[in-house]
């Protein structure tokens, strides 16, 4: 059976509304290794011209995209801290304009990235298509007044629930094009493993739960992060927090910043955000029945493992989830080579408190598995990942993912 992924041509721009530039931009990558070298980074962190691709660290590799008239600047400042550094990215805009499969078909699957509106509306269609199975579900909304919109497929009753979570970090275009493929692979697939494992599970799917930043980075600016409520702050208008540092677990315990003009700003309170709570007050109708929460990032190629705190707490089963994690990155691995590592939180990446992995893990500890993928790549395109790349990655994320559910069913 045929179906239709509406694809966009380019970033969608509102009627007189003109998407940022970034001509020269480039971004550096640097590696902290002292706490002076921390300070300086953190005050360059308060300056609206540099935007941090990652987290601020010590001893972690920082990404941060410089604009070209201060180029000098953080060349000379890198320099006389002898911070280590290279550069990643020459041209930014280069990769923006790129990121779009140009020859791409209209009708062909997964070969462009898609608006928040044609993933709505693809998500409408399988319902349509496939009523027998697949439901649609608001699992929330966003501060614009939109849907957080998934589907629940479920093939027969009694199974054990599967959430899949993407776009909660809105510049990560390629976490809802992964979620999505995932999805169009469970209904359609006609391989056998893939099958055995789409209907021995109930799936909540939900490609993009930050519908207002997804839609912000298709309009106007391409690298933001957070979500689109204001706060206003030393007589100034920020907006959006990290939905990602917002849940109610051990909420703003390390790797977070109390300043909403910070991208990792996490927000007045736990469930602040009206994001977070309207999702997380769906996930507690069946989290019950979940066995398993899997969220979908990028970049860095990292399987990520509960918790993410400044404490020393792991997962009850935390050796069974580094076992399970094992298997399905050397499953992933075997496709196309693409080399992943694994760890908990902090000490495989860094410290970042008021996840969604971290509540479900933490509030929830009947759902058995509970995973954070950092999807391709390490870097060489960073969030701005080339759409040949889509399918791919699809693929060797699903293999990971049937993998997990294999090892959990025998």
Same mark, same amino acid.
């Given at each position: 059976?045929?179906?239709?992924?509406?694809? &966009?041509?380019?970033?969608?721009?509102?009627?007189?509304?003109?998407?940022?530039?970034?001509?020269?931009?480039?971004?550096?990558?640097?590696?902290?290794?002292?706490?002076?070298?921390?300070?300086?980074?953190?005050?360059?962190?308060?300056?609206?011209?540099?935007?941090?691709?990652?987290?601020?660290?010590?001893?972690?590799?920082?990404?941060?995209?410089?604009?070209?008239?201060?180029?000098?600047?953080?060349?000379?400042?890198?320099?006389?801290?002898?911070?280590?550094?290279?550069?990643?990215?020459?041209?930014? *805009?280069?990769?923006?304009?790129?990121?779009?499969?140009?020859?791409?078909?209209?009708?062909?699957?997964?070969?462009? $990235? *898609?608006?928040?509106?044609?993933?709505?509306?693809?998500?409408?269609?399988?319902?349509?298509?496939?009523?027998?199975?697949?439901?649609?579900?608001?699992?929330?909304?966003?501060?614009?007044?939109?849907?957080?919109?998934?589907?629940?497929?479920?093939?027969?009753?009694?199974?054990?629930?599967?959430?899949?979570?993407?776009?909660?970090?809105?510049?990560?275009?390629?976490?809802?094009?992964?979620?999505?493929?995932?999805?169009?692979?469970?209904?359609?697939?006609?391989?056998?493993?893939?099958?055995?494992?789409?209907?021995?599970? =109930?799936?909540?799917?939900?490609?993009?739960?930050?519908?207002?930043?997804? &839609?912000?980075?298709?309009?106007?600016?391409?690298?933001?992060?957070?979500?689109?409520?204001? $706060?206003?702050?030393?007589?100034?208008?920020?907006?959006?927090?990290?939905?990602?540092?917002?849940?109610? $677990?051990?909420?703003?315990?390390?790797?977070?910043?109390?300043?909403?003009?910070?991208?990792?700003?996490?927000?007045?309170?736990?469930?602040?955000?009206?994001?977070?709570?309207?999702?997380?007050?769906?996930?507690?109708?069946?989290?019950?029945?979940?066995?398993?929460?899997?969220?979908?990032?990028?970049?860095? *190629?990292?399987?990520?493992?509960?918790?993410?705190?400044?404490?020393?707490?792991?997962?009850?089963?935390? =050796?069974?989830?580094?076992?399970?994690?094992?298997?399905?990155?050397?499953?992933?691995?075997?496709?196309?080579?693409?080399?992943?590592?694994?760890?908990?939180?902090?000490?495989?990446? $860094?410290?970042?408190?008021?996840?969604?992995?971290?509540?479900?893990?933490?509030?929830?500890?009947?759902?058995?598995?509970?995973?954070?993928?950092?999807?391709?790549?390490?870097?060489?395109?960073?969030?701005?990942?080339?759409?040949?790349?889509?399918?791919?990655?699809? *693929?060797?994320?699903?293999?990971?993912?049937?993998?997990?559910?294999?090892?959990?069913?025998?």
């Amino acid at each position: 059976m045929k179906i239709i992924l509406l694809l &966009v041509a380019a970033a969608t721009v509102c009627a007189g509304e003109q998407p940022r530039r970034f001509d020269s931009f480039k971004v550096y990558r640097v590696v902290p290794t002292t706490e002076l070298h921390l300070t300086e980074l953190h005050e360059l962190e308060k300056d609206d011209n540099y935007n941090f691709w990652s987290p601020i660290a010590l001893h972690h590799t920082v990404d941060v995209m410089v604009p070209p008239h201060i180029k000098y600047d953080f060349e000379h400042l890198i320099h006389s801290l002898q911070l280590s550094g290279k550069v990643l990215i020459e041209n930014v *805009q280069n990769l923006v304009e790129n990121e779009q499969n140009r020859t791409a078909s209209r009708g062909e699957l997964f070969t462009s $990235y *898609q608006t928040l509106d044609e993933i709505h509306d693809w998500l409408r269609g399988l319902a349509r298509t496939y009523p027998d199975f697949v439901k649609l579900v608001v699992g929330g909304r966003s501060y614009e007044g939109r849907e957080i919109l998934g589907v629940h497929v479920s093939f027969k009753s009694g199974n054990k629930g599967v959430f899949l979570e993407g776009g909660i970090h809105a510049r990560e275009w390629i976490s809802p094009a992964t979620v999505s493929f995932i999805l169009h692979q469970l209904l359609t697939s006609t391989d056998p493993a893939i099958r055995a494992v789409a209907e021995s599970r =109930d799936w909540y799917v939900f490609p993009v739960v930050n519908p207002d930043g997804y &839609v912000y980075t298709h309009t106007t600016n391409r690298v933001w992060r957070k979500t689109r409520n204001p $706060y206003q702050y030393n007589g100034q208008t920020c907006y959006g927090a990290d939905p990602n540092r917002n849940w109610g $677990y051990h909420w703003n315990e390390g790797g977070t910043v109390d300043v909403p003009c910070y991208d990792i700003y996490s927000g007045e309170g736990p469930f602040s955000l009206i994001e977070t709570k309207s999702l997380s007050d769906y996930i507690n109708t069946i989290a019950s029945n979940l066995d398993s929460y899997l969220a979908f990032h990028s970049y860095s *190629q990292l399987l990520l493992i509960p918790f993410g705190h400044s404490g020393l707490e792991v997962p009850e089963n935390n =050796d069974e989830l580094h076992e399970i994690g094992k298997n399905a990155l050397a499953k992933l691995y075997s496709r196309y080579g693409t080399s992943y590592n694994m760890g908990n939180i902090p000490e495989a990446i $860094y410290v970042a408190s008021g996840g969604s992995t971290d509540w479900v893990a933490g509030v929830h500890r009947n759902v058995r598995l509970v995973y954070t993928f950092e999807l391709r790549d390490e870097g060489m395109y960073g969030f701005l990942l080339p759409a040949n790349q889509i399918i791919p990655t699809g *693929q060797e994320t699903l293999d990971a993912v049937v993998s997990m559910i294999q090892q959990i069913s025998d």
